[in-house]
């Protein structure tokens, strides 16, 4: 079966602020733990698709059961 988590990607305007680079922060509202960032957009998309296997791989290692996804909604705003 295949499933598709729905992330969260916001602009990390502290860390801007504080690094003076571009930087986003990803969430995952469904899995416990999945959380990273990256220096910019395509960075932080890679990463989080990194995070999420990890994440999920720790779910299967301590056999707890695994969330299934919410529904996916693009928010643009």
């Known amino acids: 079966?295949?499933?598709?988590?729905?992330?969260?990607i916001v602009r990390d305007e502290e860390?801007?602020?504080a690094s003076g680079r571009e930087a986003y922060t990803v969430t995952f509202p469904d899995v416990y733990g999945a959380n990273t960032?990256?220096?910019s957009w395509d960075e932080a998309v890679e990463i989080a698709k990194d995070c999420l296997g990890v994440a999920l791989g720790r779910y299967v290692k301590v056999r707890e059961d695994i969330s299934a996804p919410s529904p996916l909604i693009a928010d643009f705003r």
């Not at 079966?1 to 969260?8: D, K, Q």
């Open 1 to 8: 079966m295949r499933y598709a988590y729905p992330c969260s």
């Open 15 to 17: 860390e801007e602020r």
């Open 37 to 39: 960032g990256g220096w």
